[in-house]
């Protein structure tokens, strides 16, 4: 069983659709990372969270510790946040390392 | 924040050589890591670059094919060495500030395909 899964694998949504991507964890962490692949393998951190919520232009993510899960929200998607986005969650103090989700792959049609 | 480069972004090798991966950080950084990522899969920690002494090494991953070299806070390299097919991947380089938050930073990858 995987420590990280994310849900769903692949996603297809319209320009302008809200967007939801879920990760369940099954470790204790120290914070939750939620990251953006682009085609050419380059990687982008969109948030660090350890509790609550945090927001960045048209995304969300949250957090829930107690119930080890977390969301990341797209509101008004668009064309360009058409990427590969992963859950990674950072256990084991400020020595340790991260596990990785498998990743979900978003198609924003125009 | 810290803004990672690594060189070369992406390659083609023949099987039976060699591919050095260099690691850019425009900061002093506290740990370098370097990850794969094959195809379809998530990515997985190759190795911890220690500045001035050998690498720490997962499970898997063993010095011979994956050399490393960290001689300061901001560089880093690795070697993929002996290539067969089964090493296309993507390979990350990552950094990790030091702090409470212990916010991690990503390289933009380099993409091997070995022939």
């Known amino acids: 069983k995987n420590e990280v899964e994310q849900s769903p694998q692949n996603l297809t949504a319209q320009e302008g659709e809200f967007i939801t991507i879920n990760c369940s964890y099954s470790v204790g962490i120290s914070a939750l990372h939620w990251l953006q692949q682009h085609p050419g393998g380059g990687i982008v951190s969109l948030f660090m969270?350890?509790?609550g919520k945090k927001k960045h232009g048209r995304l969300i993510a949250t957090i829930n510790i107690q119930e080890k899960h977390s969301s990341l929200h797209i509101t008004a998607s668009h064309p360009r946040d058409s990427a590969v986005y992963i859950c990674a969650v950072h256990y084991g103090g400020s020595q340790g390392n991260l596990i990785f989700g498998k990743g979900t792959k978003l198609s924003v049609k125009p | 924040s810290a803004v990672i480069s690594q060189k070369p972004s992406r390659d083609i090798c023949q099987r039976g050589t060699s591919l050095t991966i260099q690691c850019q950080v425009d900061s002093q950084v506290t740990m370098m890591f370097w990850y794969r990522q094959q195809p379809g899969q998530s990515l997985t920690l190759i190795a911890t670059?220690?500045?001035?002494?050998?690498?720490?090494?997962e499970s898997g991953f063993v010095i011979d094919k994956f050399p490393i070299s960290r001689p300061n806070l901001t560089f880093s390299t690795l070697t993929v060495s002996n290539l067969s097919p089964e090493d296309s991947s993507i390979y990350l380089c990552?950094?990790?500030?030091?702090?409470?938050?212990?916010?991690?930073?990503f390289g933009p990858g380099t993409r091997l395909t070995v022939l």
């Open positions: 969270l350890s509790s």
């Open positions: 990552s950094a990790r500030s030091g702090g409470a938050y212990n916010e991690q930073f």
């Open positions: 670059a220690n500045q001035g002494s050998e690498a720490t090494y």
